[in-house]
């Protein structure tokens, strides 16, 4: 029921003639309001095998609306709730009320409340992280976090052991954020496998500790791209101790430096990572003409990877052609060798 500008009162109708064997109602983009809002989570808690509800961009809800998801959530075994959008409902004064309404849900594991203004009220969602045993994941992306709701968030991964896939992309993320979250995902019982920080206002990976992301940790994919970071080498030399980084993404940022290419020698060494993406940075002719013979000295190290990996340097200001057909030679190169030991000993074994 996508995007069909129902009114309200005609969504609680169709509730009212709902079988009970209703699982789910996707209503986003209409116009449950206010006035209709909690007579629709009032039907919707009678419904006994109901666990999917997507309210997302009906944007004249108000605190009644919330009260009413709050009974919901209290009342039926809800796993996933989207939320995105609202405008109004979820803000600073209505997320305590939510939050407190999640840790009575004990089978909740998706919530997105992306695109609201949470302010200072994301500071709660720090206890239902710490709490929660059933979130897997939690969609925050511009949903206003300020730089110390993401602090309280870090904090509280250090205890939790069931989100996977945290997305807190466009907000105001800062440098002490960023470190706090990377602190929450080192711990060994953290399964944060995805953690999407595109567009914040980080700046430096300098204060990082190098053992940021130890052997054990569970992330795969690592998004900083749109930051404001110039200095990763902390930062790389970390995620080489981290045997499960598959994806590192740093492009539209400002890295330039002769000191992030010789991190970047570093990273290719992780056994599973399998992109990189520096697209849009400032290399330019220098730290192009760097970056190549950095590959082309690494050759030898990388034929025992087993996944060749993906190198994007598009867009890095490289304009000596000479320069150019240098990185580009050097990027397929490495692409080439990459796996080759295991090429080699597949055919041995094959042909024995």
């Known amino acids: 029921l996508e995007h069909l500008n129902l009114r309200g009162d005609m969504v609680v109708d169709l509730a009212r003639n709902i079988q009970d064997q209703l ?22 808690s009678d419904l006994p095998d109901f666990t999917t509800l997507n309210l997302g961009s009906n944007p004249n809800g108000a605190a009644q609306m919330m009260k009413g998801i709050s ?24 997320t305590p009320i ?25 500071y709660a969602l720090g206890d239902v992280i710490r709490h929660s045993r059933t979130l897997l994941s939690l969609d925050l992306e511009a949903a206003g976090v300020p730089d110390e709701g ?3 968030i870090g904090e509280a991964l250090q205890v939790n052991s069931t989100l996977t896939r945290l997305n807190l992309a466009h907000n105001g993320v800062d440098n002490d954020g960023f470190y706090e979250l990377m ?13 999407d920080l595109r567009n914040n ?29 110039h200095d990763v ?19 539209g940022n400002v890295l330039r430096s002769a000191a992030f290419v010789k991190a970047l020698g570093m990273e290719l060494v ?22 190549a013979g950095l590959l082309m000295d690494l050759r030898a190290d990388l034929k025992t990877r087993q996944v060749p990996v993906h190198i994007d340097v598009r867009d890095n200001f490289v304009t000596d052609r000479k320069v150019a057909d240098a990185l580009n030679k050097a990027l397929t190169q490495i692409n080439a060798v990459c796996g080759q030991t295991a090429r080699q000993n597949h055919r041995a074994e094959q042909s024995g």
């Open 23 to 44: 699982q789910l109602l996707d209503v986003f983009a209409n116009n449950v309001d206010e006035e209709t809002g909690p007579h629709l989570m009032k039907r919707l």
């Open 71 to 94: 009974q919901l959530l209290r009342a039926q075994h809800l796993t996933s709730l989207d939320l995105s959008s609202l405008f109004v409902p979820v803000d600073e004064t209505s």
């Open 98 to 122: 939510l939050c407190e309404a999640i840790l009575e849900c004990s089978s909740l594991t998706h919530l997105s409340l992306s695109g609201n203004d949470l302010g200072a009220g994301s």
């Open 150 to 152: 993401a602090c309280r």
């Open 183 to 195: 602190m929450g995902v080192r711990y060994p019982h953290c399964k944060v496998n995805f953690l």
């Open 201 to 229: 206002d980080i700046e430096s990976a300098s204060d990082i500790s190098e053992r940021i992301l130890p052997p054990n940790a569970s992330l795969t994919r690592l998004d900083l791209s749109n930051n404001h970071l």
């Open 233 to 251: 080498l902390t930062l790389a030399t970390g995620a080489l101790q981290c045997k499960t980084l598959e994806v590192l993404e740093l492009g």
């Open 270 to 291: 992780s056994p599973n990572l399998r992109y990189l993406g520096l697209r849009g940075n400032l290399l330019g002719n220098v730290g192009g003409k760097e970056l």
